[in-house]
């Protein structure tokens, strides 16, 4: 792997990132930065959450020209906001570029993720062992139960047209979870997992920071290692 470029947010703590279109858009405490992989510019604040939502953006996805955030908020409720991506030319961020949001019924943890697939929004629920899926209007539609989902920093990937992958830090477990049937198609163990990434429908990415820093290659539809350590 060769380090091309790197960026620096000022006096926020990246906790969300994810690219549309040539942007980078990172979430932090308290606000969504954009930032272009094209121009050598300082990044500013894209979106500003209110000082009640401080809690922060927990995860980003990108559908079509929409960017959906997964907020956080202490002691609540997963919030999920849905802003419309600024055209070429147009600046457009903050409250105005807001188009929808709702309060889902999945309780506040301090790491999550949200994924869009299929015109669905799924949220895992760590807490109940479940995943929820709502519309992209925000109607709860179905859920799953998952006695693999734990609290303790989940990441979740798109695989595929109707799987997620998942890992559960807590637990060391990374699996492939079908979002159709509820079925778990494979279960693989590592140590403290934590982000996890699904390449050209072959390969999955996991890091784990306990490991050097190191990436875990494994075949998206079994489960097992390509590659031990990248």
Known sequence: MVLRKTYRIPLYEPEAVCYHQNYIYVGTSGDVFKISTKHEEVPQPYIRFKQEQKSGVTSMATCGNQLYILVGITNSNFKVQVHQIA??????AGDESMIRQWQTDVPYVQFNKLRVMNEEVIVPDPV??????????????KQFPCDLLAPGCVSMDVSGNDCVVATVKSTGTVFRFNMKTGDVMWQTDL???????CYKDSYVLVTNKNADNRIAILDMYTGKYHVQNL
Do not use: L, M, Q, W
């Not at 140590?191 to 990434?197: C, D, F, N, S, T």
């Open 87 to 92: 055209t070429k030319g147009s600046r457009g």
């Open 128 to 141: 109940n062992k479940r995943f929820k899926i709502y519309t992209i209007s925000g109607d709860s539609k």
């Open 191 to 197: 140590k403290e997992p934590e982000g996890v990434a």
